[in-house]
């Protein structure tokens, strides 16, 4: 029998780019004598179809583009309920969740992850929104600007350049008063953004939740409330994990989390998205799930360590 299933992405980062990237990732896969079958996509939300039934028909699965895939992916192969093993393979412009287990955006050694046949689990969060929309995710589930940023990323034709995203639409957006209800604190008041980390990155890259693991059982809030201009510049330092401390940028951990607007009555409520994709409004609930589902990882985090050659620190590290 085949062992792995690759659900693809055709479009992953453009087609041209996908079509390039899938057949490197199958000579990796052939030439570690990987068997494999390759499942494409068609449509939004094929990927959690595909993923569930490759699952209870007993392959371990494989989610080959980007982090929209990936997410579409994990959410399928967990609700099969079939306990199938999950991975990664790096394809999109922007790859946060592979990056949450330690998995760099390098297809060949993706691969060679993959080969090593090494896995273990880590903490997934579970996202509800009041509507009835449930979404299991491994990085960062966030509402308000952020989430905004990913409504329009997502919109067909869209630039997959998620700074020219983000400079589009600062300048029209306004922040809210929002409720966060945590397990030992209350938040109340204005806020642009609200980042659940399970994982510290989203946007590609973007250390948003720059304390978050995915192995220490709690999600990583960061509620952040700064100006236009100014929070422009703080996307910029994300990049290098150097947004902790701000004292604009409030820190908390819990393992659950409800998010709603003060006013609930508010008629433009904050959009929430999940691993980059949009689920829907808040009010939404999140739950840490610890040791939620077990992933085909490396033993080590390989991520943190290449941020640690770069920057002589790990990103977890806040500087003073």
């Known amino acids: 029998m085949v062992d792995y299933a690759i659900i693809f992405n055709p479009i992953a980062g453009g087609a041209e780019k996908a079509k390039k990237d899938i057949e490197f990732a199958r000579k990796c896969l052939d030439d570690l004598n990987i068997s494999y079958k390759i499942f494409a996509t068609e449509y939004a939300q094929h990927a ?80 509800k929104t009041d509507a009835g929309v449930e979404r299991y995710f491994l990085g960062i589930g966030s509402q308000g600007f952020d989430a905004e940023v990913a409504r329009r990323a997502n919109l067909p034709g869209a630039s997959k350049n998620y700074s020219a995203i983000v400079m589009k639409a600062v300048f029209s957006w306004k922040s809210k008063d929002i409720k966060v209800t945590m397990d030992d604190e209350v938040y109340e008041g204005k806020a642009n953004l609200t980042a659940v980390g399970n994982g510290p990155t989203y946007g590609g890259w973007m250390y948003v939740c ?30 290098k994990a150097k947004l902790l401390p701000h004292p604009n940028v409030y820190v908390h951990t819990s393992k659950k989390v409800r998010i ?48 640690k050659e770069k920057y002589g620190r790990y990103f977890y590290e806040c500087e003073e």
């Open 48 to 127: 959690i179809e595909l993923a569930g039934q490759c699952a209870k028909d007993g392959y371990r699965v494989l989610a080959a583009g980007g982090d929209g895939t990936h997410n579409e992916v994990l959410h399928g192969v967990i609700t099969s309920k079939s306990g199938a093993l999950c991975g990664f393979i790096p394809l999109g412009s922007g790859n946060d969740i592979p990056g949450a287990i330690g998995i760099r955006p390098d297809v060949k050694r993706a691969c060679e992850i993959i080969a090593e046949g090494k896995s273990s689990k880590a903490d997934i969060g579970l996202a």
């Open 210 to 239: 720059q304390n978050a693991r995915v192995d220490d059982g709690v999600f990583h809030i960061s509620i952040v409330d700064i100006g236009k201009l100014k929070l422009l510049m703080q996307f910029k330092r994300m990049y």
């Open 260 to 307: 709603e607007m003060k006013d609930p009555e508010e008629l433009e409520p904050y959009h929430c998205q999940v691993d980059g994709e949009v689920i829907g409004n808040v009010p939404v609930n999140y739950e840490c799930i610890k040791d939620g589902y077990e992933f085909i990882r490396p033993e080590i985090d390989e991520v943190a360590e290449a941020f």
